[in-house]
């Protein structure tokens, strides 16, 4: 079965950093690329970057862009999210999905972990 | 980017009757690349078709997708209980988009 649970969720203050981390198991982590999508309380689901198989073709959402980094560790099956310059904005249950191929283009999100929650406030 | 419109915001409907749900694309949706997602509260969502109408692995045939291009349509054939969710389109022909959601209620 696979499964995907992430980790490193908190209360942040603006401007701050946080390390969001999903540990794959139950399929061959490295045959595919993988994302992370938010989910503001309440609201509705944001794409915020994928990573294709081997880390060579990364994109992210404009929101994130130059703020976020996306890295993967195959050797460990993990998934990992730097997020810096962190705004109120960011608020957010963060989730990790796999996608189905390599490479993260033209993807669909299946399974989605339970997600971590990420509080950006003062 | 592709911007998705959900239509309608809330669907309120009894157990056993059909549910309809729209989601129109700002832009065309490339080789009908567009999936459809349940959400339940507190859960995370599950994926229900991809490719505008192929069905994921262990979703039961009561849920069909169509569409092209613009438009796309997600239909429930049946509703059962467990169907009252928030339902999410998503397209992935470009830099990945969702839809705001379309709530299905019990009537």
């Known amino acids: 079965e696979v499964q995907l649970v992430e980790s490193g969720g908190g209360l942040v203050q603006p401007g701050r950093s946080l390390r969001l981390s999903c540990a794959a198991s139950g399929f061959t982590f490295d045959d595919y690329a993988m994302h992370w999508v938010r989910q503001a309380p309440g609201k509705g689901l944001e794409w915020v970057s994928g990573?294709?198989?081997?880390?060579?073709?990364?994109g992210y959402a404009d929101s994130v862009k130059g703020r976020f980094t996306i890295s993967r560790d195959n050797a460990k099956n993990s998934l990992y999210l730097q997020m810096n310059s962190l705004r109120a904005e960011d608020t957010a249950l963060y989730y990790c999905?796999?996608?189905?191929?390599?490479?993260?283009?033209?993807?669909?999100?299946?399974?989605w972990g339970q997600g971590t929650l990420v509080t950006v406030s003062s | 980017e592709i911007v998705l419109t959900q239509s309608p915001g809330t669907l309120s409907l009894s157990p056993g009757e059909r549910a309809t749900l729209s989601c129109r694309a700002s832009q065309s949706v490339s080789s009908s690349y567009l999936a459809w997602y349940q959400q339940k509260p507190g859960q995370a969502p599950r994926l229900l078709i991809y490719?505008?109408?192929s069905r994921a692995t262990g979703i039961p045939d009561r849920f069909s997708g169509s569409g092209s291009g613009t438009d796309f349509t997600l239909t429930i054939s049946r509703l059962e209980p467990e169907d009252f969710a928030v339902y999410y389109c998503q397209q992935y022909g470009s830099s990945p988009t969702f839809g705001q959601g379309t709530k299905v209620e019990i009537k």
């Open positions: 999905a796999k996608g189905p191929s390599s490479s993260w283009y033209a993807n669909w999100f299946d399974p």
């Open positions: 490719g505008a109408s």
């Open positions: 990573i294709s198989w081997n880390s060579g073709s990364i």
